[in-house]
């Protein structure tokens, strides 16, 4: 198991499990879909790179919180990568 995750400061750096699992989710996407890492590799597994990546703060999720109730219908918020 990797160490990171047995501690709840992972956790509490993200702001909540719920965020800190979709930080990863995200992130594994990415580079499944051929982004580089940002940290080396080191011959470490993807999900063991984002909790590198996490851990020095190379990656946060920047979540926009949607707009006012208005009549128009409006856009799913966007939780992004930063």
């Known amino acids: 198991m ?3 995750l047995k501690s709840d400061s992972i956790v509490d750096k993200v702001g909540g499990r719920f965020k800190l699992c979709t930080l990863i989710q995200r992130r594994l ?4 879909e051929g982004s ?3 940290v080396e590799r080191n ?4 999900l063991e790179l984002v909790i590198e990546e996490i851990i ?3 990656i946060t999720l920047d979540f926009t919180p949607p707009p006012a109730l208005t009549d128009s219908p409006a856009e799913e918020p ?3 990568l930063t």
């Open 56 to 58: 020095q703060d190379k």
């Open 78 to 80: 966007a939780a992004e």
């Open 36 to 38: 580089r890492p940002l």
């Open 43 to 46: 011959g470490r597994s993807d």
């Open 29 to 32: 996407i990415q580079l499944m």
């Open 2 to 4: 990797i160490e990171a």
